[in-house]
Each structure stands twice: as structure tokens, then as C-alpha cells.
């Protein structure tokens, strides 16, 4: 990942933040992100629960109104496009999949009927056509009998096929850029492996590029290149995965880490109730804060090649 070009940029989010506001409360669930897609990469954000990383990737698709900062797509700002133009973004270019299938499949809709839908909404076949390349998509992601299972209701497949057939329609419309949002959380582990090695593979091939969110660092390890660690809606820290594993910097990679690898530490989790005296969302639950903790926000630190953290504990160079 070295010298990165960037006419080999896909997608750069820059200073994103969604809030939302409820009962005179404001929820800062994604406050100020950037980062960046290249062609044929796979980013992975990894957090815990309530850390931001749904309402980043609804964000990335303007499916929620409230997101502010720019998402350049290709060259173009995904905020603020017109809705006709985004349109043709939203499954053709970026396809997203859910954990939740019911996000993406309409249950009471058989599965043919969805995805040569999709298929024809973005590419001008004709629906005979549509569903030989739906048949073919099904069958290269591993779902058994595609040809007869087609005229199936969601209902009637299991979790790791909902899956497989959200990647299905991801293939069929020949998206640049997959959005896997928890994409195996939900499954037994050996569904879950040969989802992520269809993944890997969907990214090999096609050289398309992924964004993979996951609060399992295991799942991050097997498949990233890059990763951005979550909290509160803030980027903490971001390098490669090795780089990550091998030399984790904020006091929080460190515990999302130890609590990964099954050491005795305190597992860590987001009340989102706490009160807070510091610019830095981690200030209450550090173990190593200092007093410039409490004056101004932390900065960001570059700590080696493609590692930034952002830790006062770094900025007089030490890391
Ligand atoms: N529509 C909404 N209105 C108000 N608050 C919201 C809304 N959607 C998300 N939030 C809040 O934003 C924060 C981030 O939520 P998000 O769903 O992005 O977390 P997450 O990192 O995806 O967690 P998980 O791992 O549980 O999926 C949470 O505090 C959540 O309650
Ligand atoms: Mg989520």
C-alpha cells in the first residue's frame, strides 16, 4: 500500500459528522472523521457498540439527512449531489451489505424479482438477460441451486445466504466500492469464514474495493489492509493492520486489543452517560491521561508510515 497515487483514490470522507438531536440532547454519533478509499483496498473500522461505525457508513450513502463535511466520490461530493445523480450511485457504484438483511431485501418480494430489479435499474438489459446474470451472481457467491432458489422470499434462506445474496447484487451491478456493515456478526463461525474469504476473494477478482466494519478485531485482521479504530465518533487511531497488531499506540486500540486477545483487562463499553471534562472522548476511562488531556482536544500524531494516533501521550514524539 505504499505510494499511493491519487488518481487511485476512491472515496475520501472528510470532516464528517452526523448529530443527531434528541429530546434537547445532542448525540454526537460521528464528530469529524476523514479518511480515505484507494481502488482495490479494504478499510477496516473497527469499534464498539455505539461507537459511530453504522451511522458512518448510512452516512457515506446520504442515507441520513443529518450528515454534514464532504464525501467525494470519484471526484464528486456525495453531500451534495442532487438526489437523482446519487441515485445511480446507491447500489450500482457503492453496494451496501447489512447484517440485518431486512435493511436490503424486502421479505414479502421474492429474491428474483429484487435483484433483476436492480440489476435493470442500472444496466439496460433486458429481464431475460437480468436473470441469467442474477443466476450466474448467485451461483459465483455460493448459493446452492441458484436457479430454482431464485423465486425464493428471504424468509426462506438462512442468515449466511441473505448474505451471500446481498454480495450477489453487489456483483450484478458491478460496485467499485462494497460497504460490509457487520456483514458476518450474526452467523455461526465456520458461515462466517467463507463469507469473509468470499469477501477477500470479490476484492481479489474484481479488484473492488471494501469497507468493512466489524467490532471484531479478528475479523479485521483476516481481511484488512488498513483499519480506523472507533470511539465515541471519533478516529483514535489508524494504521495498517500489521502495523496496528504489532504496535498499538491509544490507551483504547490497547484495551479493544487485550479484550480481543482474552487478557485480564477491563473490557471496555459505551454508556454514552458519562460525563466528560476533556476534549478527548476517551478522557474518562484512560488509564494514562495527562493534564494537557483537559485543556485542548488531542492531537494527531503521525507515528510512522500510515499510522496516526491521536494521543497527547504522542506529541513530543515518543511512540
Ligand atoms: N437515528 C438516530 N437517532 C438518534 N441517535 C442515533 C441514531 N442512529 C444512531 N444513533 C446513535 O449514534 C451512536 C452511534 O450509533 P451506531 O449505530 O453508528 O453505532 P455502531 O458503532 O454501529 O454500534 P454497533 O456495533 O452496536 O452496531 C449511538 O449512540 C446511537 O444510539
Ligand atoms: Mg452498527
Given at each position: 500500500?505504499?505510494?499511493?497515487?491519487?488518481?487511485?483514490?476512491?472515496?475520501?470522507?472528510?470532516?464528517?459528522?452526523?448529530?443527531?438531536?434528541?429530546?434537547?440532547?445532542?448525540?454526537?454519533?460521528?464528530?469529524?472523521?476523514?479518511?480515505?478509499?484507494?481502488?482495490?483496498?479494504?478499510?477496516?473500522?473497527?469499534?464498539?457498540?455505539?461507537?459511530?461505525?453504522?451511522?458512518?457508513?448510512?452516512?457515506?450513502?446520504?442515507?441520513?439527512?443529518?450528515?454534514?463535511?464532504?464525501?467525494?466520490?470519484?471526484?464528486?461530493?456525495?453531500?451534495?449531489?442532487?438526489?437523482?445523480?446519487?441515485?445511480?450511485?446507491?447500489?450500482?457504484?457503492?453496494?451496501?451489505?447489512?447484517?440485518?438483511?431486512?435493511?436490503?431485501?424486502?421479505?414479502?418480494?421474492?429474491?428474483?424479482?429484487?435483484?433483476?430489479?436492480?440489476?435493470?435499474?442500472?444496466?439496460?438489459?433486458?429481464?431475460?438477460?437480468?436473470?441469467?446474470?442474477?443466476?450466474?451472481?448467485?451461483a459465483l457467491v455460493?448459493?446452492?441451486?441458484?436457479?430454482?432458489?431464485?423465486?425464493?422470499?428471504?424468509?426462506?434462506?438462512?442468515?449466511?445466504?441473505?448474505?451471500?445474496?446481498?454480495?450477489?447484487?453487489?456483483?450484478?451491478?458491478?460496485?467499485?466500492?462494497?460497504?460490509?456493515?457487520?456483514?458476518?456478526?450474526?452467523?455461526?463461525?465456520?458461515?462466517?469464514?467463507?463469507?469473509?474469504?468470499?469477501?477477500?476473494?470479490?476484492?481479489?477478482?474484481?479488484?473492488?474495493?471494501?469497507?468493512?466494519?466489524?467490532?471484531?478485531?479478528?475479523?479485521?485482521?483476516?481481511?484488512?489492509?488498513?483499519?480506523?479504530?472507533?470511539?465515541?465518533?471519533?478516529?483514535?487511531?489508524?494504521?495498517?493492520?500489521?502495523?496496528?497488531?504489532?504496535?498499538?499506540?491509544?490507551?483504547?486500540?490497547?484495551?479493544?486489543?487485550?479484550?480481543?486477545?482474552?487478557?485480564?483487562?477491563?473490557?471496555?463499553?459505551?454508556?454514552?452517560?458519562?460525563?466528560?471534562?476533556?476534549?478527548?472522548?476517551?478522557?474518562?476511562?484512560?488509564?494514562?491521561?495527562?493534564?494537557?488531556?483537559?485543556?485542548?482536544?488531542?492531537?494527531?500524531?503521525?507515528?510512522?508510515?500510515?499510522?496516526?494516533?491521536?494521543c497527547w501521550k504522542?506529541?513530543?514524539?515518543?511512540?
Amino acid at each position: 500500500m505504499k505510494d499511493r497515487r491519487k488518481e487511485d483514490v476512491l472515496l475520501e470522507v472528510e470532516g464528517l459528522r452526523t448529530y443527531f438531536e434528541k429530546n434537547g440532547v445532542t448525540v454526537k454519533a460521528v464528530d469529524g472523521i476523514s479518511f480515505t478509499i484507494h481502488r482495490g483496498e479494504i478499510i477496516g473500522i473497527v469499534g464498539e457498540s455505539g461507537s459511530g461505525k453504522s451511522v458512518t457508513c448510512l452516512s457515506i450513502l446520504r442515507l441520513i439527512q443529518q450528515a454534514k463535511g464532504r464525501i467525494i466520490f470519484r471526484g464528486k461530493d456525495i453531500l451534495s449531489m442532487k438526489e437523482k445523480e446519487l441515485e445511480k450511485i446507491r447500489g450500482a457504484s457503492i453496494s451496501m451489505v447489512f447484517q440485518d438483511a431486512s435493511f436490503a431485501l424486502n421479505p414479502y418480494r421474492k429474491i428474483s424479482s429484487q435483484i433483476i430489479e436492480t440489476i435493470r435499474m442500472h444496466q439496460g438489459l433486458t429481464k431475460a438477460e437480468a436473470r441469467q446474470k442474477a443466476i450466474e451472481a448467485l451461483a459465483l457467491v455460493g448459493l446452492p441451486d441458484p436457479q430454482n432458489r431464485m423465486d425464493d422470499y428471504p424468509d426462506q434462506f438462512s442468515g449466511g445466504m441473505k448474505t451471500r445474496i446481498m454480495l450477489a447484487i453487489a456483483l450484478c451491478c458491478g460496485a467499485e466500492l462494497i460497504i460490509a456493515d457487520e456483514p458476518t456478526s450474526s452467523l455461526d463461525v465456520t458461515v462466517q469464514a467463507t463469507i469473509l474469504d468470499l469477501i477477500k476473494s470479490i476484492n481479489e477478482k474484481n479488484g473492488t474495493s471494501i469497507l468493512l466494519i466489524s467490532h471484531d478485531l479478528n475479523v479485521i485482521a483476516e481481511l484488512c489492509n488498513r483499519v480506523h479504530v472507533m470511539y465515541k465518533g471519533h478516529i483514535m487511531e489508524s494504521a495498517t493492520v500489521s502495523e496496528l497488531f504489532d504496535r498499538p499506540l491509544h490507551p483504547y486500540t490497547r484495551s479493544l486489543l487485550s479484550a480481543s486477545r482474552g487478557d485480564n483487562e477491563q473490557v471496555l463499553y459505551i454508556s454514552g452517560e458519562e460525563e466528560n471534562e476533556s476534549p478527548c472522548p476517551f478522557y474518562p476511562r484512560c488509564q494514562e491521561r495527562q493534564l494537557n488531556c483537559l485543556t485542548s482536544p488531542p492531537p494527531t500524531i503521525s507515528c510512522g508510515e500510515q499510522h496516526l494516533v491521536s494521543c497527547w501521550k504522542y506529541s513530543d514524539g515518543r511512540s
